[in-house]
Each structure stands twice: as structure tokens, then as C-alpha cells.
């Protein structure tokens, strides 16, 4: 989507040079529009875990790339098989809740494990290409599958202003293009339908001020930043109309992982008969059916992210304590909300309720 | 409670000179503590709106206080009457929330209207210390009639630690001594039991980070803090066994104005069979039944405080921006959690269900 009037991903391949990937460091976002070059399979890991790229489907796009970049120098080492075998496990393993990055990582590694050792760079590359088209082109049927939710509401409301809630970043920053939760908001916005989003700043790392804003603002379309506290009243007053949420791992049978406090907008959404649909490719989704949601592996980050916030001050982004050391702290980065408090799941092969009967349906369509 | 090993009180009138009162800077809180002087009612009406001085029943102190200090000044002024009139009126509609505050205020206008110009200052200073000890008793009285609930429940986990979620700050600094929602846990701890609390950060103000965790700290109770989001996950895996909350009005159906966010949890420990409970001094109560809830006013302060955060940075309180100027906020103040989300309001007259015969009973107690 567009960056100062400018079409962008948020990573891409140089199309000149072999062995180099651009992204946009989103660390430095909204402050600054950063491009960051990886040139080994080192710099893709240290992006996926700085969060220089987050969501789901971006993290399997490093990652697959990283695996392009590991096989681009793989002939170079010792035993060049030992050394894609290594990568392919640090890479997948670089951040345990997209269920994504394990995926991609593997199909690559899949794909040259077998191949002679001159092609493996190009049958990489191949892969990485067709996972990064696929997603892209996931991202913007789920737009298209979306789409009509968001018209039927303008048409209820005579045309007011449709308000949509979202929590995190799920729009193109987090993916490669058109994003997951926000692609139907691109394409009723595109389409001239008045929309309106409310941005949960969603702390810790405030990903929705930072990034949800930011990137709808670069799209022109209008939005307002709220507190993670407060979108409960407002839905209780009304001014919501729907909430869009992405996720970074569903099982099929419709328990959703998300960004931490997630599940709290899904039961005001719930109380006060807000639909709430998640947006979520079909390579989210968790396979293993037999999980029980709540042993799901949960990523507990550094608590100094709660403690310490970043902000622009004097022209630099500057970090605050917003409280003393001797106060602990804890950090769990998702949650999960249960399939009762889902209206609907929004893919690429269509909408779904959440169940394992529906969303197998979709895998075999 | 305890400062620094010393026993303090959030607001207290000067020992020995009259027309003078102090009060705990909480503004400086948790990085300075700060002792702030009131020598005129200006003073007091700065402090209120500064937030100074936050929760229901210390602003309802601080009108009082600041009505004597009124009244210290109003043999001095042209027309004493007028110039106590026009006081009641800006303190009482400092801040529109707090329904303790115009009651405290009539209180004491209410007292010295009829009185000789004389003695107008001594019977203000009589009603409002009489007024402060009210609170101060009715705020250990809920800690006594909370306690059990907190020894009942280390008693069922075998005397395992009590987990206790709570939101924004309802504890000592909020009222004059003990708190509400803080009270049990003080006398809990006092009592030997063993108490965690999990402390809510609070946006877009982090009472919970910077006060709430600062006051428990300071009286040696363990306590983890948390962002807003994280207190639903918590409870799906039983890491919470009750969640205590303030409320700045509730109404005598049971629906709670509190910190917005409230409602959120109020729905989470409603989904997960985790018990509810609003700590509330019968002072709190707003008496009007016939108010549709919904109708009641909510202050929405300046957005600005959603952009800007407060913490510390290199010995100093600074402010960082956390998204640009040309993304628009909204901050609603409070949120409105319905009855039946509601176990039992903990008042100084006992513990009640959130429903009008029971609230009317404790009235006629």
C-alpha cells in the first residue's frame, strides 16, 4: 500500500541483486521510514527478533527469505547441508507463536534439501517468491470476502460513517501487502464507503499507535487512536459498528490467538451484540486439532516492555520508566478467545464460522 | 499507611497553623514524594483539577478542605456570603464525576451558611475533619468486612497466595487512609495472610503503575504490574482469584462508574467464574435511581493525555510522544460496568448484591 504516495511492501527482494532483501524497519516507525537490507540469513533472524517485522504472514516471509539468503551462501560452506539443517531450525524457531514462520521456513528448506547444490539459491528464491505471492494474494481475497460485511453495514446506516474497531497491527506492515484485518477496511475505502477505524494503541508495544495508525493515515483514511481500556464503552454507547481483528494462530476449531487483550474486546464485542470476525489466512491456521488451546505455547517477552515505553521526545525516540524497579512485572504477548465469542473467521477461501467442521471445509475447497 | 516507615494520611489539616493544609503531591508519585501546602481555597480547586489529588472520597476531602479554607478568608472579603456561595459552587463542580465532591462541599456550606461570620471558619474545620474521619472510618470498615472474603479464599487453596486483580488505583492515596478496593488487602496482609496483587497499568493515566503499585510497595505487599490487556489471559488460566475495584459513583441499581477499562475485566472475571467485587463507601453512591446509566456524565479530558505518556528518564519526569499529531484520540474517563456483572459491593454497612432493595437497605442500616 502507499507510503508518501508511493506503493511499498513491507519486504521485498532487490530486483537487481542476487542475495539481498529490502523491508521497513518497524522499529522506527511512525517516527521514521527506515529501509532495512538483510544480506544473510543472521540479518533475517536478528529482524524477526528485534521486531523489526512482525505478524504473522510478514515473520513466514523473513523467514522463507532467510532461508533464500542461507542458501545463497550455503555452497560457500563446509558442509553445506549442515548448514541449511541449521538455519532452517533457528529461522523456524525464532519466535515459538507464528505458526507461520515454521511453515515457511520448512517449505523452502523442503524444496532444496533435495536439490543440487548449484540450484538450491534459485529453488529457494522460487519458494520464498511463491509464499511471499500467495500470502499477498491471500491478504486481498480476504479484502474481497470481507468487503460486502463492511458494505451491508454502510447500507443499514443509510450511509453513515461505518466504525470499525481493531487491536494491533494487522493491516500490510504486519503482512506483505493489503494486511488481514484492515484489507477489507483498503477495499471499502477504495470503494468510497465511509469508513471509520478505532485504533487500540494495544500496549506493550503499542503496535496499533504506532503502526495501525500510522499506515491508515498513509492511506488517507480516518481513524481515531483510543486507549486498550476504552473500547468497551464505546461499544456500549454504540460506536462501534464492528470490530476486525488478524491472529496470529487459530485451531480449527476457532480458538484464536492473538495479540494480549484480544479476547477482552471479544466479550464486549459479545455483551453488546458487536460482531467480531477475525481475518486470517488459511496458513494461520494451527493444524494440530487435538491441542488444547490453553497449553498453546504463549510467549512471555522481556516485562521490562512494560515497565519502559518508547515515544518521540525532542526529535529521538526515547524510552520512560513508567515504573520503579522494585515493582515486578509480567508480559504475556497473546491471548486466546474462545470460539463462542467469534461471529465469524474472514480467510481467503471465504467467511466461516468457527468451527472444525467449517474450517476443514475450507482446506479441502 | 506507611511512607518510608512512616505513618501517613493523603490530605491532613496543619497541626498547629490554621488555614493550612497538606496534601501528597501525587502527580511526582512514584519517582518524588512531595508534600504540597493549601493556604486558600484556589489552592484546593488547583489541586482537584491538576489531579493532584484523584480518587472519590480524597476529592470529596479536598472540596472540604478547601471550603474551610474558604471560609478562613471570608470575614476578610467584601461580601463573605457571596464570596462562600461562589466558592461551593467552582469546587463543587471542579470535577463532574466524583459524586462525593458537591456532597462534601454542601456539607460544609450547608454548615457555615447559617452561622456568625465569626465562626464560619470553625465550623467549616469541625464539619470537614468530621467529614475526613468519616471516610477514614468507613474505608477501614469495608478493609473489615472485605478481609473475610480474602480469608476464606486462602483458606479453600490450603494457604496458597491469594491473587487479587485490581484497576487503576482505589487504595490509601485515593482516599484518606486504608482505600477501598485496597483496604481488604491491607488488613489482609496485616493479618499474616498471604496476598499477590496484580496491579492493572492503568491508561492513559497509569494510576495502577505508578500509584497502585508505589502504595503496596511501600507497605511491603507483593504485587506484579501489568498492562490493561493482560488481566483476561490471567484469569483463563486461573491466575486470578478476585478481582477488587473502587468505583467513583455508583448508582443504587448497581451500575459502577469506575476507571475505564473496569468493564473490561468486569466481563472476564464474569466469563471466568472469577468473583467481582466493587469496594465503594456509601458516600460513593449516586442517590438519583431514576438516571439511566448511560446518561450519566462521563468526563472526556484532553485527548492528549492518550498521545503523550509520563515517565521517567535520566532523574527527571518527562513526556514522550506515542503517535503522531495527525492521528486524532479520543479518551473517555470512565466506563460503566452493569449489575449483573457485579458479585457484591463491599461497603462500610457490609457487603451487599448490586441490586436497589439490598443498596436501600444498607442506607436505612
Known amino acids: 500500500m502507499k507510503v508518501h504516495g508511493q506503493e511499498y511492501r513491507s519486504i521485498w527482494l532487490d530486483p537487481k541483486e542476487e542475495g539481498l532483501v529490502h523491508l521497513i524497519n518497524q522499529n522506527r516507525l511512525p517516527w521514521s521510514f527506515e529501509i532495512a537490507d538483510l544480506r544473510s540469513p543472521g540479518d533475517a533472524l536478528e529482524a524477526i527478533r528485534s521486531m523489526m517485522v512482525r505478524g504473522a504472514p ?15 551462501t550455503a555452497k560457500n560452506q563446509k558442509d553445506p547441508e549442515a548448514f541449511l539443517n541449521d538455519w532452517a531450525y533457528r529461522l523456524s524457531t525464532a519466535r515459538p507463536t507464528a505458526i507461520n514462520l515454521a511453515r515457511s521456513v520448512n517449505h523452502v528448506f523442503n524444496k532444496i534439501r533435495l536439490g543440487q547444490s548449484g540450484e538450491v539459491s534459485l529453488l529457494a528464491k522460487k519458494e520464498a517468491e511463491l ?8 491478504c486481498r481475497k480476504i479484502g474481497e470476502y470481507g468487503l460486502p460485511l463492511i458494505r451491508e453495514c454502510a ?6 460513517t461505518v466504525n470499525i474497531l481493531t487491536h494491533c497491527n494487522a493491516g500490510w ?21 465511509p469508513v ?9 508495544r503499542n503496535q496499533g499507535a504506532r503502526l495501525t495508525a500510522w499506515e491508515l493515515g498513509q492511506h488517507g483514511i480516518p481513524h481515531t487512536v483510543i486507549t486498550d481500556n476504552a473500547g468497551g464503552t464505546l461499544m456500549q454507547k454504540g460506536q ?15 480458538y484464536v490467538v492473538n495479540k494480549i487483550g484480544t479476547y477482552l474486546k ?9 460482531p467480531f470476525y477475525v481475518a486470517i489466512p488459511l496458513s494461520s ?15 512471555e517477552p522481556d516485562p521490562e516492555e512494560v515497565r519502559m515505553i518508547e515515544g518521540w521526545h525532542d526529535g529521538e525516540i526515547k524510552q520512560v520508566q513508567l515504573f520503579p524497579e522494585n515493582s515486578p512485572a509480567l508480559n504475556p504477548a497473546f491471548d486466546i478467545t474462545p470460539p463462542e465469542f467469534v461471529t465469524a473467521l474472514i480467510t481467503e477461501k471465504g467467511i466461516c464460522m468457527p468451527v472444525i467442521e467449517e474450517t476443514i471445509r475450507l482446506f479441502k475447497e
Chains 1, 2 share one sequence.
Open 266 to 274: 471479544a466479550l464486549a464485542a459479545y455483551d453488546n451484540h458487536v
Open 155 to 160: 447500507e443499514k446506516k443509510d450511509g453513515k
Open 131 to 138: 509464499i511471499i505471492e500467495e500470502e499477498v494474494d491471500a
Open 58 to 72: 510478514l515473520i513466514g516471509a523473513t523467514g522463507a527469505l532467510g532461508m533464500y539468503l542461507a542458501a545463497t
Open 196 to 204: 471509520h477505524v478505532w485504533v487500540d494503541e494495544t500496549r506493550p
Open 173 to 193: 506492515l504486519a503482512c506483505i501487502d493489503y494486511g488481514t484485518a484492515l484489507a477489507p477496511v483498503y477495499l471499502a475505502h477504495d470503494a468510497g464507503l
Open 285 to 299: 491456521f494451527d493444524l494440530n486439532t487435538t491441542t488444547n488451546p490453553l497449553l498453546l505455547p504463549i510467549e
Open 240 to 254: 462501534v459498528d464492528m470490530v476486525l481483528v488478524g491472529s496470529d494462530r487459530t485451531t480449527l476449531d476457532g
